[in-house]
């Protein structure tokens, strides 16, 4: 039988029983469905993200677009929901209820104010409440309630460092958690901002600003309030390169704690944010589409993998591909070139128009038995064709002296 694996963590001193928590959205916005996330084995939640009494939340329906091949499956998420609507005297209120209920989970809420008073009153409210953690929303991108409208507040330099300190001097021991937007020059000057602030730690990322489609047939953006719309929050697995990015570049340079959020969707994207630098992993799309039981597989998944790599903790995950991350200029030069399994090719010739219209013309095909065949002196080893192959039948060789190293079917 498989022995179980330990797979709890610490983050910013508190103890989580998986590095999994479920991020501030619709999942953790309604007291029972937060109850039942935490039953079904999530580690925490970040309530949705609150504000002062009186903050008027202007919801309009319906908020959720997606798109897919096909638009049927879900790659990624458009929303234009804002913030929650339950204010702050909602919120402390179920942080006590949450608290009592499940000592050994983290109960964490996030916020968001439009002035020094409504941020402090927030924490200082939040904090009486004991709650565990506390998120800012510095990157709500479908509204503004920073400084200056229409600006996310995690893309003003000033505005986030300002803003922080203000959160930090009244959270004084609570520890707190900046919510940044990758839509920014340079992240890296931002989440620097967030330290000098001195936050605990930041949420990389939010949402990204985006338009997830047009009929056009009618001309109404998606998602579509029968024929007008927004832009939209995108979310899901096609954010998860951009979130990759994002978690490290900070974590090259900056030394400040991350939790990682955007696009993961599975165990394996999870340790994938950790390798680069992420101490625990939120997941808001993946819960909304399958439901609070996709804990179990990402639990079991963790504690496999974990097994099979020899690690005593998910902590040893944290960083361990930062080190293989370079910028181009630093990158070695390999000689490689392509190389066919034609055990596996099954004829299909995508390799051949792939690298004849979009690679170095070094594949020719023969078309009476179907078989590509690779010029070795005109390949310039792009990988192109291995990226279209549907079997994996093309791999990358590299010729080192009279030996050969393959990049194993990696890309
Ligand atoms: C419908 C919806 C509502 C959301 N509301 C909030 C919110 O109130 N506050 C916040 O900080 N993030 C909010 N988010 C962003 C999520 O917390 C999360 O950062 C984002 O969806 C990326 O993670 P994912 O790809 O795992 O979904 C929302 C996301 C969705 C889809
Ligand atoms: S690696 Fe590039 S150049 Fe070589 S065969 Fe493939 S697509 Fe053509
Ligand atoms: S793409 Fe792959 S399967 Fe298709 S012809 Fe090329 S090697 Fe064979």
Avoid at 377 to 397: F, S
């Amino acid at each position: 039988m498989f022995k179980k694996v330990d797979i709890s963590i610490d983050f910013l001193g508190i103890h989580l029983d998986s590095p999994f928590i479920l991020s501030a959205a619709p999942p953790t916005d309604e007291l029972e469905m937060a109850e039942r996330g935490l039953e079904e084995g999530w580690a925490g939640v970040i309530l949705k993200t609150t504000s002062v009494e009186g903050n008027p939340v202007d919801l309009k329906n319906p908020m959720m677009s997606s798109f897919g091949p096909m638009s049927r499956k879900v790659v990624g998420l458009g929303n234009i929901d804002l913030i929650s609507h339950h204010h702050i005297d909602v919120v402390e209120e179920r942080v006590k209820y949450l608290k009592k209920k499940f000592p050994n989970k983290m109960i964490a809420a996030s916020i968001m104010g439009a002035s020094k008073e409504d941020w402090q009153t927030l924490v200082w409210r939040l904090k009486k409440a004991q709650v565990d953690l506390i998120e800012c929303s510095f990157s709500c991108p479908q509204g503004s309630m920073g400084e200056e409208p229409g600006k996310m507040l995690a893309q003003s330099i000033e505005a986030t460092e300002k803003v922080t300190r203000w959160v930090k001097e009244a959270a004084d021991t609570t520890p707190v958690l900046i919510k940044i937007t990758p839509q920014v020059t340079d992240i890296v000057e931002v989440a620097k901002a967030v330290k000098r602030g001195g936050a605990d730690g930041i949420t990389a990322s939010n949402t990204i600003p985006s338009l997830t489609g047009v009929d056009i047939y009618t001309f109404e953006p998606y998602p579509t309030l029968f024929g007008e719309g927004a832009y939209s929050g995108l979310s899901g697995p096609a954010i998860k390169p951009i979130t990759l990015r994002t978690i490290a570049e900070i974590a090259r340079n900056v030394d400040i704690v991350i939790s990682g959020n955007g696009g993961a969707f599975n165990w394996r994207d999870a340790v994938e944010f950790m390798a680069v630098g992420a101490s625990n992993v939120q997941f808001c799309t993946l819960p909304m589409h399958y439901g609070f039981r996709t804990i179990r597989d990402l639990r079991s998944g963790l504690e496999h993998y974990l097994k099979e790599m020899g690690f005593a903790s998910p902590m040893e995950i944290i960083g361990r591909a930062l080190k293989n991350i370079k910028n181009q200029e630093d990158l070695v030069k390999p000689e490689t070139r392509s190389e066919i399994n034609y055990d596996k090719c099954i004829g299909c010739g995508l390799c051949y128009a792939a690298c004849n219209d979009g690679g170095h013309m070094a594949i020719s095909w023969d078309s009476e038995l179907r078989k590509p065949t690779v010029n070795e002196d005109k390949c310039t080893g792009c990988a192109m064709c291995m990226q279209v192959c549907p079997v994996d039948a093309i791999r990358m060789k590299e010729k080192l002296d009279s030996k050969v190293h393959y990049f194993a079917e990696r890309r």
